[in-house]
């Protein structure tokens, strides 16, 4: 019996030392998750903040979209963004302008919104009655956007309409019933460029009076 107890408590004794190493090993393994587990944190909040203005994978970059900063968009640090319109734009085409955008900033349920400033401005929208030859023949140039970036951000624009009549109320810029050429250079000042895709506000050459696409509305509903 004796030899029983004494192999008997050899095991416990054993056992009891195994458990130990175990609930060490244990530890250090939760301790190794843990640490794994805060880089992966990490790493993902990097990852994520890096997707927040690479769009590749978008239907407006899929779609045949483009960044006028390339594979990622650049955006306004800050909201609302200010506008002041020349007096040289008149009732007329400075109203276009404030629809435009309205349009924007209910489209993107005021994750971009406007408001409009006398004096310096992030945008200045001027206007002038010049006639611009496009680049393409038989087109004219009905605008132009300029953005400014710096550090990954856009910092201020300057946006000029062409061929503007206060008096005859006749903007051939755009269509008559939706401001297409008013919202696409506000789009610029937004970072896009142009697209390849057939019906869009953002093609080079206007006409069909495109509405404001769904693929940007997305994109920019996640950048902002
Ligand atoms: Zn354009």
Request: hydrophobic fraction near 35%; proline fraction near 2%; charged fraction near 15%.
């Amino acid at each position: 019996m004796k030899g029983v107890w004494k192999y008997l408590t050899f095991l416990l004794v054993f056992i009891l030392i195994l458990s130990a190493v175990l609930y060490f090993e244990t530890i250090n393994k939760g301790k190794n998750n843990s640490s794994t587990g805060s880089d992966s944190l990490v790493n993902a909040n990097q990852t994520t903040n890096a997707q927040d203005n690479s769009f590749t994978n978008s239907d407006w970059i899929k779609n045949g979209g483009t960044f006028l900063t390339g594979s990622s968009l650049f955006t306004w640090d800050h909201m609302p963004i200010s506008f002041n319109i020349t007096s040289d734009c008149g009732n007329y085409e400075g109203n276009r302008i404030r629809r435009a955008t309205n349009i924007i900033a209910n489209d993107t349920d005021y994750a971009v919104n406007f408001t409009e400033v006398n004096g310096s401005a992030d945008i200045s929208v001027m206007c002038n009655r010049n006639y611009v030859a496009g680049s393409t023949s038989g087109t004219f140039e009905s605008g132009n956007a300029l953005p400014i970036f710096a550090d990954n951000k856009i910092v201020s624009a300057v946006i000029n309409f062409n061929k503007v009549n206060e008096l005859s109320h006749n903007y051939p810029g755009g269509c008559l019933i939706y401001p297409d050429t008013e919202i696409h250079e506000l789009l610029h000042t937004l970072g896009f460029g142009h697209t390849t895709k057939a019906k869009s506000i953002m093609t080079a050459i206007g006409g069909g009076c495109p509405t404001l696409d769904k693929d940007i509305l997305d994109v920019l509903k996640q950048a902002y």
